[in-house]
């Protein structure tokens, strides 16, 4: 407990670093992009293109603002997906500074998460564009929208923590994850209703922590029926549960990194 307080302290001690890996992340994501930025919209809107090409005509009359629905999940699922995955290389990509001088190591993987969440705000705008055109209305409820992300940051966060952690002694974690990230995106509900599913898989999508984390971010936005106590207790539930399970597998191998770097 200790050792956790005193990680803690020492990121908001190197805030002023953690500012400047985020910056640093951001940049070189889009570096030798000829549109540069304007892909953080252009990107989900082309998936959206996609998706909506191949599956409006199946479940399109199912969902009430069809593009608004597929647009919001595709842009919660890049927020958590596209962190965690960069992050999974956080601790192999920075071993020279980690070799080289101290720093709470913790501080890379919230980095990457925390560059993903400046990717993610710029993405709304595209998403309100979108919601204007398919008659989409913001309710009340865009209040709850800061509650929502913050507990995607904490669950992405506590993943990112693990599969980096893991990924430093098991290069294979790496492509493992990549194979979970491409199974877990079809099973979250991001371009189907979960109506349309058998009751015992619906009892399983209930297991998803991005099924409630989609469905709270669409309840902020424009569906306030989605706003349901039991998707808020899970939401809340496996975002602490993933940063509890992450915080403990690093801190058990913290000092052991350095050795496999």
Same mark, same amino acid.
């Given at each position: 407990?200790v050792?956790?307080?005193?990680?803690?302290?020492?990121?908001?001690?190197?805030?002023?670093?953690? %500012?400047?890996?985020?910056?640093?992340?951001? @940049?070189? %994501?889009?570096? %030798?992009?000829?549109?540069?930025?304007?892909?953080?919209?252009?990107?989900?809107?082309?998936?959206?293109?996609?998706f909506?090409?191949? #599956?409006?005509g199946? =479940?399109?009359?199912?969902?009430?603002?069809?593009?608004?629905?597929?647009?919001?999940?595709?842009?919660?699922?890049q927020?958590?997906?596209?962190?965690?995955?960069?992050?999974?290389?956080?601790?192999l990509?920075?071993?020279?500074?980690?070799?080289?001088?101290?720093?709470?190591?913790?501080? =890379?993987?919230?980095?990457?998460v925390?560059s993903?969440?400046? &990717?993610?705000?710029?993405?709304l705008?595209?998403?309100?564009?979108?919601?204007?055109?398919?008659?989409a209305?913001? +309710?009340?409820?865009?209040?709850?929208?800061?509650?929502?992300?913050g507990?995607?940051?904490?669950?992405?966060y506590?993943?990112?923590l693990?599969?980096?952690?893991?990924?430093? #002694?098991? &290069?294979?974690?790496?492509?493992?994850?990549?194979?979970?990230?491409?199974?877990?995106?079809?099973?979250?509900?991001?371009?189907?209703?979960?109506?349309?599913?058998?009751? @015992?898989?619906?009892?399983?999508?209930?297991?998803?922590?991005? /099924?409630?984390f989609?469905?709270?971010?669409?309840?902020?936005?424009?569906?306030?029926?989605?706003?349901?106590? +039991? &998707?808020? =207790?899970?939401?809340?539930?496996?975002?602490v549960?993933?940063?509890?399970? +992450?915080?403990?597998? /690093?801190?058990?191998?913290?000092?052991?990194?350095?050795? /496999?770097?």
């Amino acid at each position: 407990m200790v050792n956790t307080f005193e990680e803690t302290g020492e990121i908001l001690r190197y805030r002023e670093l953690l %500012r400047n890996l985020v910056l640093r992340d951001v @940049k070189i %994501r889009y570096k %030798r992009s000829a549109l540069g930025f304007l892909w953080v919209m252009l990107d989900p809107l082309l998936m959206l293109l996609i998706f909506y090409a191949i #599956f409006a005509g199946l =479940f399109g009359r199912s969902v009430g603002q069809y593009p608004a629905y597929v647009m919001s999940g595709l842009i919660m699922w890049q927020f958590f997906s596209q962190g965690t995955k960069v992050a999974s290389l956080a601790f192999l990509q920075n071993r020279n500074l980690i070799n080289k001088i101290y720093l709470p190591k913790a501080i =890379f993987p919230l980095s990457v998460v925390a560059s993903s969440s400046v &990717h993610f705000i710029f993405s709304l705008i595209p998403l309100f564009i979108i919601m204007l055109f398919s008659g989409a209305k913001l +309710g009340l409820n865009l209040v709850l929208l800061p509650f929502v992300v913050g507990i995607v940051f904490v669950f992405s966060y506590g993943v990112a923590l693990t599969v980096s952690t893991l990924a430093v #002694f098991f &290069h294979d974690v790496i492509y493992i994850y990549d194979v979970l990230l491409l199974g877990w995106m079809y099973l979250s509900a991001i371009f189907y209703p979960v109506s349309i599913l058998p009751w @015992k898989l619906q009892v399983l999508m209930s297991f998803n922590p991005l /099924y409630h984390f989609i469905s709270l971010f669409r309840a902020s936005l424009y569906d306030p029926s989605l706003l349901t106590a +039991g &998707h808020i =207790f899970s939401g809340v539930a496996f975002a602490v549960l993933s940063l509890l399970a +992450g915080w403990i597998i /690093y801190c058990r191998n913290r000092d052991r990194l350095i050795f /496999y770097l």
